[in-house]
């Protein structure tokens, strides 16, 4: 694995939202990242699907990694701006979540990410600007 990879699979055990809702890192790539998140029923609605905020979180959190892996030396990826379309309900086991950096500069990365079911079916797209932080020099 990369020391960029890596960096980014260390930085995320200093996310304490990340292990409260148990979203785990399946795969990192260059400006790749693939999660997941168990179903669990404190996290559905009153229809019983995942609750719009938890899958918002979840595409939010592998938006920013995506962005993470290209910058390394970051103290922190901060989304901006996210726009979020619903496509059908959260169900099963899990949701996936899978980003992709569609360009990526110095400081601003435009990502998007899909979650679906695990049966491939798709619950959400989102597609967002981020802000990669750097330490003050």
């Given amino acids: 694995m990369s020391d960029a990879l890596q960096y980014t699979r260390e930085y995320q055990k200093k996310i304490p939202f990340l292990s409260h809702l148990r979203i785990l890192t399946e795969e990192l790539g260059q400006g790749t990242a693939k999660l997941s998140l168990p179903i669990e029923q404190h996290l559905t609605n009153s229809m019983g699907t995942v609750h719009g905020g938890v899958i918002m979180s979840l595409l939010d959190i592998a938006l920013c990694t995506a962005a993470r892996t290209l910058h390394p030396g970051s103290v922190g990826a901060i989304t901006i701006d996210m726009s979020t379309s619903f496509i059908h309900g959260g169900s099963g086991a899990r949701l996936l979540a899978d980003a992709r950096v569609l360009k990526d500069g110095r400081s601003m990365s435009f990502v998007e990410a899909e979650a679906k079911n695990e049966d ?18």
């Fill in 120 to 137: 491939g079916s798709l619950v959400a797209k989102a597609i967002a600007t981020v802000r990669v932080r750097f330490k003050d020099k």
